[in-house]
């Protein structure tokens, strides 16, 4: 705890259980929560940045074109209809769709289940990649008995932007 929190070794306390450590003990100790802190605001740099950075440099060294536009959510219905943990996933679409680049379009289908795209295209999957344009579908009742786990559908739908984008 004491190297966690950036306490030099010679800060720490002579009581308790440090002092039933060895001096080594202490040191080794000490390091080792100096580098438990590291790795966690590591851990915590922006991952998406790394993400995103990448894929482009992958993409760049295969001479590829990949979308630098930036990216949105684009949804024709009511913000007020949402439930309170669509619009939390919102939220969490929107921190990625600004990360990637990459384009949602939220849709509420039917009490089918089933979408027709603006190209004609009748759709029943919970989400869909569409490669040519590189944007992501997300049905609001995503999930198996449509309780909404639009984050998930998004999850998913992200791992076929990756594998175009960067397959290794």
Same mark, same amino acid.
């Given at each position: +705890?004491? #190297? *966690?929190?950036?306490?030099?070794?010679?800060?720490? %306390? /002579?009581?308790g259980f440090s002092a039933l450590l060895s001096p +080594?003990?202490?040191? !080794? &100790?000490?390091?080792? #929560? /100096?580098i438990d802190a590291e790795a966690k605001v590591k851990a915590q740099q922006n991952p998406i940045d790394k993400a995103v950075k990448s894929v482009r440099d992958e993409a760049k060294s295969k001479h590829k074109a990949i979308p630098l536009h930036k990216g949105q959510i684009v949804f024709e219905g009511k913000h007020s209809t949402l439930t309170d943990l669509q619009e939390k996933q919102l939220d969490v679409l929107g921190k990625v769709s600004e990360g990637?680049?990459?384009? $949602? *379009? =939220? $849709?509420?289908?039917?009490e089918?289940?089933?979408? !027709?795209?603006?190209?004609? @295209?009748?759709? %029943? @999957?919970?989400?869909?990649?569409?490669? /040519? %344009? #590189?944007?992501?579908?997300?049905?609001l009742k995503a999930g198996n008995v449509g309780q909404g786990t639009i984050? $998930?559908? &998004? @999850? *998913?739908? =992200? !791992? *076929? $932007?990756? /594998?175009?984008?960067?397959? &290794?």
């Open positions: +705890t004491y #190297g *966690h929190n950036g306490v030099k070794v010679d800060g720490m %306390s /002579k009581d +080594t003990q202490r040191n !080794t &100790a000490n390091r080792l #929560g /100096k990637l680049g990459v384009t $949602f *379009h =939220l $849709f509420e289908s039917d089918n289940f089933q979408y !027709t795209m603006p190209d004609g @295209a009748v759709r %029943s @999957a919970n989400g869909w990649y569409d490669p /040519k %344009s #590189g944007e992501i579908w997300i049905d984050i $998930f559908t &998004a @999850a *998913h739908e =992200l !791992t *076929h $932007f990756i /594998k175009q984008w960067s397959p &290794a």
